[in-house]
């Protein structure tokens, strides 16, 4: 690890569990070869399919406005490094676990997303940044405080030398560059 080198490795868990996922669903979008890499405020027919007999799993879920969606990235095709260089941060280094990137040991993605309606099995939603037909895993609220953190910050992305524009692009916020 590159800043912890000199210390100690502690051992893992003493032995490796194999487990498997269900699929739950599928996420629907408008992106069939290039998807963004955060979800982004976009009009487009982006839904959440649940299988029927996971139905009764979104009662009351419209009461909220957001929520988290965990999927399956099933289109990645690079090969896993535990170290990265976003592309948008001008070649910095960082760790797997100190980025956003697709590319995981274990791949599985997250987004937090707008709920518009619920019809039946299908949630409509706001932008979602995943390949259509993108198995989903799992749906949770997001909920007011419980999810919010006050105290969040940009760890190392604050360092970058170009940290105020790159802020417009984490934020969405459309810019000259």
């Not at 690890?1 to 599928?26: L, T, Y």
């Not at 909920?143 to 105290?151: F, P, Q, Y």
């Amino acid at each position: 690890m590159k800043n912890n080198r000199n210390r100690k490795e502690e051992k893992g868990a003493k032995g490796i569990v194999n487990f498997k996922f269900k699929q739950i669903g599928i996420i629907r979008t408008p992106y069939i070869d290039n998807a963004p890499y955060q979800p982004v405020e976009e009009e487009g027919d982006f839904r959440i399919v649940v299988e029927p007999q996971y139905t009764d799993g979104l009662y009351k879920l419209a009461k909220f406005r957001y929520i988290y969606v965990i999927y399956y990235i099933h289109r990645v095709k690079q090969k896993l490094s535990m170290i990265v260089s976003p592309s948008w941060t001008g070649g910095t280094d960082v760790g797997i676990f100190a980025s956003r990137s697709p590319v995981r040991p274990n791949r599985i993605g997250l987004s937090i997303v707008r709920i518009k309606r619920i019809i039946k099995n299908t949630i409509f939603t706001s932008g979602l940044d995943v390949f259509d037909e993108t198995p989903l895993l799992d749906i949770k609220p997001y909920i007011k405080d419980l999810d919010t953190k006050g105290d969040a910050n940009y760890g190392w992305i604050k360092d970058l030398d170009n940290y105020e524009h790159l802020l417009l692009h984490i934020k969405g916020i459309p810019h000259d560059y």
